[in-house]
Every structure is written in structure tokens, then in C-alpha cells.
């Protein structure tokens, strides 16, 4: 990861100040790192011994953070990773532009390692990202949204750079086709988890702990799992409260909205599906080789719903 962040460090350089003001205070929050990490990981499970994968999880970062400075924009929000989001510091043009910057510095770096296949997934990838972008905005303060299409944004907006990463750290060091498809399985469904508990957390976390505002979800009206399970299994009086509460985005409600997720097994039936999720992601690595490498990537999948932050 050191000399993953050497090549940040290098790559992000502009001739443009503010470019360079901007991506440095992103990238500098630091955050997890999950998505780099994954292509690290699975590259070294293979046993491959070059640089490329390097350069590969900074590209991987760097879409990341591209997309956590549009969410930030169209999401309206103050606090990521327990600090004031670049659109709050900056405004929200300078957010999307560089974060233009950054999707275009991304494909610069993919072009240059010159593999087709590399290219076709990073590409692929930040298509369905978008894709899944557009459809987290169209179920905004849409209570009537399902768990399958709800799950359906989860692998687009989320597990799919997860997936991408994973795959990309296999091909790079060689690895065959199955291999490959089995290391995009474990980055989809790690990527599911994840996010499954990220909205757990919304709801039964600690502002300080997991570095954003407790109740976002609600307050954006965005329908998420533990709010659909309670529209699907609550009383008529909870559910008239959450239909009205996403439809307009209300967060005055948050503590009965919270006692009645906490009370309905909505947190608890979140938390199972992200189990789920886990298990899958570590089935799907079973027939990798055992090494160090391969036991991270088994205790990442566990942490992903063990966390708190």
C-alpha cells in the first residue's frame, strides 16, 4: 500500500492548483482502502511479482474517489470520513470537475498499461457505476422500491468496483479464466456485504466511528434495506410513517424510525443477508491457494459484517 500511495501521489499531480488542492484533502481522509487493497490481495494470491498491480489499485482508488466526490454533490452531504466532504469546502462545480479530473487521470494510467482486457473491465465498470448512480437517484423518495431492485443498485453502484478490483489483481498475475470469474464472485458479493452493513450502520452507528452523519439515508429519502424490510413487515402505522418520511426525505422522525427498525428485526435481518453475502464471497475463493494472502482476504470478508465503522 506504501507504493500504492507513492503512485496516488505522482499520479495526481495537475498543472491546475485547485485540482491538486482538492484530490489531495480526498485522498488524504484515507478511508479503508478496501477496493486497492482487494487488487493487492488477490494479485499476490496468484504469486505474481511485478509492478503493474500498483498502478492498478491507484486507478481503482482513483474511480472510487471520483464517485464518492459526485455521490457527495447529488447527495447534499456535509461529513465523509469523519471530515467536511470537498463539496462542503470547496462547492459542489470544483467537486464534479475534478472529479472529472480524476475519472480521466484513471484512464489515462489504464491506457498506459496497454492489456485490452484490463481496459474492458475498468470501463465496463465505470459504466455500470454510473448506471447504478441513475438508479439510486430514480428510487429516491420511492417507497414502493423492492429488495431486488434495491439490491439490483447495491451490485451496480457498489459491488461492481469491488468486482472489478478483484478481477483485475487475477488477471494481472496470469490467472485463468475460472480463477478469474471466482475472484470477481468474492469482490461482488464482498461489495454486497459492505454495503448491506453500511446501511445497518446508518441507522445503529456512531457519528464519530463511521466518520458521516447517522441518519443520511433518511434524510436524502433513499429506500434502504433495513427501511424496505420495515415497509414489507411493519405495522400499517410504521409503514405510513416511513412512506411519508422518505417521500420527503424527513429526519425529525429518526428515533421512532430507529425504535421501529430495531423493534421490526428489520437490523438483524440486514445484518443476516450481509452474512450471506460473506459466506459467499469466501466460497467463491475456496479453490484459490492457501497462503497468507488468500487468509486476508478470508478475514476481510469476515470483518465486512463484524464492523462497526
Known amino acids: 500500500m506504501d507504493a500504492v500511495n507513492g503512485v496516488i501521489r505522482q499520479r495526481l499531480h495537475s498543472e491546475v492548483a485547485l485540482v ?15 477496493r486497492p487493497v482487494l487488487v493487492l490481495l488477490v494479485a499476490n494470491a496468484y504469486s505474481y511479482k511485478g509492478t503493474a498491480h500498483h498502478e492498478l489499485a491507484a486507478v481503482v482508488e482513483f474511480i472510487h474517489t471520483a464517485t464518492l466526490l459526485h455521490d457527495d454533490v447529488v447527495d447534499e452531504s456535509s461529513l465523509r470520513r469523519g471530515r467536511a466532504t470537498a463539496n462542503a469546502l470547496f462547492g459542489n ?9 480524476l475519472y480521466s487521470r484513471a484512464f489515462q494510467m489504464m491506457v498506459s498499461l496497454d492489456n485490452m482486457r484490463i481496459m474492458s473491465i475498468l470501463s465496463d465498470a465505470t459504466n455500470v ?36 478490483a478483484a478481477e483485475l489483481g487475477a488477471l494481472v498475475a496470469g490467472a485463468n479464466d475460472e480463477q478469474i470469474a471466482a475472484a470477481g464472485e468474492y469482490g461482488r458479493s464482498l461489495g454486497t456485504a459492505f454495503q448491506l452493513i453500511d446501511d445497518v450502520l446508518d441507522y445503529a452507528g456512531d457519528a464519530s466511528e463511521i466518520g458521516k452523519n447517522v441518519g443520511d439515508d433518511l434524510r436524502e429519502g433513499k429506500p434502504t434495506m433495513p427501511l424496505i424490510y420495515l415497509m414489507e413487515h411493519g405495522t400499517e402505522e410504521q ?13 425529525q422522525h429518526f428515533d421512532t424510525i430507529l425504535a421501529a427498525i ?12 450481509a452474512q450471506v453475502a460473506a459466506q459467499r ?21 469476515r470483518f465486512a459484517v463484524d464492523r462497526n465503522h
Open 20 to 34: 491538486n488542492q482538492i484530490a489531495e484533502y480526498i485522498i488524504s481522509a484515507g478511508g479503508k482502502r478496501i
Open 129 to 164: 457505476i454510473a448506471e447504478g448512480e441513475v438508479l439510486q437517484l430514480l428510487n429516491m423518495h420511492d417507497p414502493d422500491v423492492t429488495q431486488d431492485s434495491y439490491l439490483q443498485v447495491i451490485r451496480s453502484k457498489t459491488a461492481k468496483l469491488f468486482e472489478a
Open 93 to 101: 462545480a470544483a467537486s464534479v470537475l475534478v472529479g472529472d479530473f
Open 239 to 251: 409503514r405510513q410513517l416511513v412512506r411519508a418520511c422518505i417521500e420527503n426525505g424527513d429526519e
Open 281 to 301: 464471497a469466501i466460497d467463491a475463493i475456496a479453490a484459490m491457494p492457501d497462503s497468507r494472502y488468500k487468509d486476508s482476504l478470508l478475514q476481510l470478508a
Open 262 to 273: 430495531t423493534s421490526s428485526g428489520a437490523l438483524d435481518y440486514t445484518r443476516r443477508e
